[in-house]
């Protein structure tokens, strides 16, 4: 299915992970039980698919494999609609509980009756797309003014969506981590309000409440899936998906919580180096990857806590499996239910690939015949432009780049 020479090129750091002393100290149950009870109360709230890809595990030798498809979440097309609207609201109500003296009830944001107060906020935050896009929704739900800042590779598609929620899209030289401290700038020189999803000294409330929002997927997995996977491949990225969704499943199944695998691009291996230096490392992107929304170069501190003490194992994958995972899921080569996923969201597809087919990987990793494994579909087709190169022509290992004039 894969071309066994680019797997080869898929690198594994197997991990002993300590029992988990940060996890309910950075993410307690009551976070996630605050944002499942307020998401799921908003209009278009359902619970997205749980997908069997029963012919993808027949070729791999596994038991069953799961895949979570993030893409219908909200219209706005991944997981990302869940925490950083989330985190608006939350941002919006300690501003105004601040000025008033007093707790704000959640309802009396969304009843409209600070409708003027918080029309003279304005939030900002850095993303590489579907973040922004979440956080452009919450404001125009919420009714704040918005600016989102993007890098340079970020393509027109994703930048014109979140103006098409009312943002104001500030585009700027360098990666996704020249943005956030961009963010950090303009907030304090401005009086702005930031709502990032990494975190850093200082920083750490606004992330969290994106890291709660992400549980409500976790525990709709929960409540669906009956059996605990043996086996959960995780986005890395700055680590916030992977840390709540970790917390979750820890709290909920306790020992018999599945093996956490964080994946991650082999340009952008930011938890793989951390990892491997025993504390948080920040690495340099030489090159941005087709995954965009992984494209990040450094963890966020309060996921990192987490992490750290959590996964059994950190891979890094190449940039041409891209392709192949998408087209293989989109044309349901195995005989699946076709899926139309995003770059982004294949990352725990090939790293499982990689790993199944690898025959000292897979005994690393412990993918016996009756493992059951859970993908997470992180996002939908986001940037269709992107989707038709990769379905076109999947071992084209830059058909992200957008050279349309901006």
């Not at 799961?66 to 939350?90: N, T």
């Not at 501003?95 to 003027?116: C, M, N, Q, V, Y």
């Amino acid at each position: 299915m894969f071309p066994l020479d680019e797997i080869k090129k898929t690198r594994l750091l197997s991990i002993n992970p300590s029992i988990v002393s940060s996890r309910d100290e950075v993410l307690p149950g009551m976070l996630f039980d605050e944002a499942e009870a307020v998401i799921t109360s908003w209009d278009g709230y359902r619970r997205t698919p749980l997908i069997e890809l029963s012919g993808v595990a027949r070729e791999l030798n596994l038991r069953t494999i799961h895949y979570k498809h993030e893409g219908p979440r909200f219209g706005l097309g991944s997981f990302k609609a869940l925490g950083g609207a989330y985190a608006v609201l939350r941002v919006i109500q300690r501003t105004l509980s601040k000025r008033a003296g007093r707790l704000i009830d959640i309802h009396e944001i969304t009843d409209g009756r600070f409708a003027d107060q918080i029309s003279e906020l304005t939030i900002i935050s850095a993303t590489d797309g579907n973040h922004g896009r979440s956080v452009a929704w919450g404001c125009n739900r919420f009714g704040a003014n918005c600016r989102i800042y993007i890098h340079a590779e970020v393509s027109d598609f994703r930048a014109d969506a979140m103006r098409e929620l009312g943002a104001a899209v500030v585009r700027i030289d360098g990666d996704y981590d020249a943005t956030v401290e961009r963010t950090r700038t303009d907030a304090e020189k401005n009086g702005w309000m930031i709502v990032s999803d990494t975190s850093w000294p200082g920083y750490s409330q606004a992330p969290r409440d994106v890291m709660a929002g992400y549980g409500v997927m976790a525990r709709e997995i929960i409540r669906e899936i009956g059996a605990p996977p043996t086996h959960v491949f995780l986005q890395g990225g700055v680590g916030g998906l992977a840390a709540a969704v970790i917390a979750v499943f820890q709290q909920e199944w306790g020992n018999t919580a599945p093996r956490n695998i964080v994946v991650e691009p082999e340009l952008a291996p930011c938890l793989f180096a951390s990892a491997k230096a025993h504390e948080l490392t920040r690495v340099k992107i030489e090159r941005e990857t087709l995954m965009a929304g992984l494209s990040c170069g450094e963890p966020s501190r309060i996921a990192w806590d987490v992490l750290a003490e959590a996964v059994h194992g950190f891979m890094t994958i190449p940039e041409t499996l891209v392709g192949p995972a998408v087209r293989l899921l989109a044309n349901g080569d195995c005989g699946d239910t076709p899926i139309l996923a995003g770059e982004s969201a294949v990352a725990g597809l090939i790293g499982l690939m990689s790993g199944a087919l690898n025959p000292e990987m897979r005994a690393a990793i412990g993918l016996e015949s009756e493992a059951r494994v859970l993908l997470l579909g992180s996002e939908g087709v986001t940037d269709p432009g992107v989707f038709e190169a990769l379905l076109a022509n999947p071992a084209d290992p830059s058909p992200h780049r957008d050279t349309s004039p901006r």
